[in-house]
């Protein structure tokens, strides 16, 4: 069956280090791949996504994501944190037909 | 440019009394619809989604029934609340590309929800 997995609960970095979200999924085919940031109380907004072509993807507020397909990884990256990225992080993957299927999510804590 | 409006943003019920959450999309036409929910803490659930007027899918059994009356309005409902409906609800929408994969989805604020 499909399914996402973001190994790291939780997250703790200090302000202006570099990040990296873990993204892991199982699916039998090329997917779509998507990650969300949610603030709290709040829905969820589409930081970037990957349906074909260059596998380093950039999305908004400076973060990137790669596709490996060989690692069936989809990974978030940005270079340089800032306090206001302090949220939860989902990965998602583009389920063939109306579904898509989310992971657990990760949140991010930003230290000063 | 699309939108989507979901209310209420708070919701404090008394167990057994009946629900009804709204969702309405702007700016397109023929969205998938979907109603979430998320626990504290956690991911999210799919609770229903609908591809058309009057077509419902239901993922998981439980006290929530779900309407679509309307191309671009969604409605979660319930006839008698319990304890463990209280969570985070959201409406989302998206498209199908010809691929026959989904677009991304476009969420709305949310509703907190407490059965008390």
């Known amino acids: 069956a499909q399914s996402v997995t973001q190994p790291d609960i939780h997250i703790t970095v200090s302000e202006g280090a570099s990040l990296e979200l873990r993204c892991n999924y199982s699916?039998?085919?090329?997917?779509?791949l998507f990650w969300y940031v949610q603030s709290p109380g709040q829905g969820l907004q589409l930081l970037l996504k990957?349906?074909?072509?260059?596998?380093l993807v950039q999305g908004i507020k400076g973060f990137e994501a790669e596709f490996k397909r060989s690692q069936s990884s989809f990974n978030l990256r940005k270079p340089s944190v800032h306090w206001s990225d302090a949220a939860e992080y989902f990965c998602?993957?583009?389920?063939?037909?109306?579904?898509?299927?989310f992971g657990a999510g990760t949140r991010l804590f930003v230290k000063a | 440019s699309q939108t989507i409006h979901q209310w209420p943003a708070t919701l404090v019920q008394p167990v057994g009394s009946p629900l009804s959450l709204e969702c309405t999309v702007e700016?397109?036409?023929?969205?998938?619809l979907y109603w979430y929910r998320q626990a504290a803490g956690r991911g999210l659930q799919l609770l229903f989604y609908?591809?058309?007027?009057?077509?419902i899918s239901s993922e998981v059994p439980q006290n929530l029934s779900a309407s679509r009356p309307q191309d671009r309005q969604f409605i979660l409902s319930s006839k008698k609340l319990l304890l463990s409906d209280s969570g985070f609800y959201l409406c989302?929408?998206?498209?199908?590309?010809?691929?026959?994969?989904?677009?991304?989805?476009?969420f709305g604020q949310g509703t907190r929800l407490t059965v008390v």
């Open positions: 609908s591809v058309g007027i009057g077509q």
């Open positions: 998602a993957v583009g389920h063939g037909g109306f579904k898509t299927i």
């Open positions: 700016g397109t036409s023929n969205p998938n």
């Open positions: 699916y039998g085919a090329t997917p779509y």
């Open positions: 989302a929408w998206s498209v199908l590309f010809r691929t026959g994969m989904n677009t991304e989805a476009f």
């Open positions: 990957y349906f074909s072509g260059d596998t």
